[in-house]
């Protein structure tokens, strides 16, 4: 007899559990052994993210498998709203999703129906082959299936955020997460998070997902800002990354221990 699993929490129930704002990191490096040493940093959650990141559906999957073993909630970005991607993430056992680029409501519909069986969705049945089920080993999985899965959509552009509320009100959508780089983008002010206008933005959002009872996330790794948007209510942030972890704290040691003038500050990419 085969051994009967019972399914992970995902982001939702991490939520619901919470007494507290979940803080959290990205990870970007593609390293199943980075992921597993920022899991056991004491964070509350991860996001593997697949839209800016060396990552594919084998790499992922090795995350994945690399921080199950840690009291941390696992979340996967892909690199886009397409069904059939959401698909094979869902099976390789990722629960929480978080869809980049979600501007309308027809959108956050498509995001929702990639990510359930029918009749809800449009999820292709696969579990038999998939981790997803641990390979028919968590009971019922297909009638299951649905709670285990934290579908939440990124807010990111003007677009977006004038849709928020509609959005919001899509049946399935468990959060909202703002992105402000790209919010700040479309405001037309390219690379200045804590912009007047980015925040403003993100404000309004987080006022309407508190209207609608929805959790709201953000990212923010000016610490002031992070302070700031957790005063006002988000449910859970970001507040680093792997890669600028290593990057700063690389470049630090540069400064301690080269001589400033000996540091090439001009290298050329190749």
């Known amino acids: 007899m085969s051994v009967r699993v019972t399914p992970d929490p995902s982001l939702k129930d991490s939520l619901a559990a919470a007494q507290r704002p979940l803080a959290g990191m990205w990870v970007c490096s593609g390293s199943p052994l980075v992921a597993e040493i920022c899991a056991g940093a004491?964070?509350?959650?991860?996001?593997?993210?697949?839209e800016h990141s060396p990552n594919g559906l084998e790499s992922i999957l090795a995350q994945l498998q690399a921080v199950n073993g840690y009291p941390v909630t696992a979340?996967?970005?892909?690199?886009?709203?397409?069904?059939?991607?959401?698909?094979?993430?869902l099976d390789?056992?990722?629960?929480?999703?978080?869809?980049?680029?979600?501007?309308?409501?027809?959108?956050?519909t498509a995001a929702v129906a990639?990510?359930?069986y029918p009749p809800q969705g449009v999820r292709g049945v696969g579990s038999a082959l998939a981790r997803s089920a641990r390979w028919n080993r968590i009971p019922d999985y297909l009638s299951r299936a649905a709670e285990t899965i934290t579908m939440i959509v990124q807010i990111?552009?003007?677009?977006?955020?004038?849709?928020?509320?509609?959005?919001l009100?899509?049946?399935?959508?468990?959060?909202?997460?703002?992105?402000?780089?790209d919010l700040a983008a479309s405001l037309g002010v390219l690379g200045q998070q804590e912009h007047p206008k980015v925040v403003a933005a993100v404000e309004l959002c987080i006022k309407a997902a508190k209207a609608a009872g929805k959790p709201v996330g953000?990212?923010?790794?000016?610490?002031?800002?992070?302070?700031?948007?957790?005063?006002?209510?988000?449910?859970?942030?970001?507040?680093?990354?792997?890669?600028?972890?290593?990057?700063?704290?690389?470049?630090?040691?540069?400064?301690?221990?080269?001589?400033?003038?000996?540091?090439?500050?001009?290298?050329?990419?190749?």
């Open 218 to 270: 953000v990212n923010a790794f000016a610490e002031a800002t992070a302070r700031h948007y957790l005063g006002i209510g988000v449910d859970f942030i970001l507040v680093g990354a792997d890669v600028a972890l290593l990057a700063r704290g690389s470049e630090t040691l540069a400064t301690k221990f080269v001589p400033a003038e000996e540091i090439n500050g001009d290298l050329t990419i190749r």
């Open 42 to 50: 004491g964070l509350d959650w991860l996001l593997l993210d697949a």
């Open 169 to 181: 009100a899509v049946d399935g959508i468990d959060a909202i997460f703002l992105g402000p780089s």
């Open 75 to 89: 979340v996967v970005r892909p690199p886009t709203n397409d069904t059939v991607l959401i698909k094979q993430y």
């Open 92 to 108: 390789l056992g990722a629960q929480s999703l978080l869809i980049p680029m979600v501007n309308t409501a027809e959108d956050a």
């Open 114 to 116: 990639a990510a359930h």
């Open 156 to 167: 990111e552009s003007t677009q977006a955020v004038e849709n928020v509320e509609a959005i």
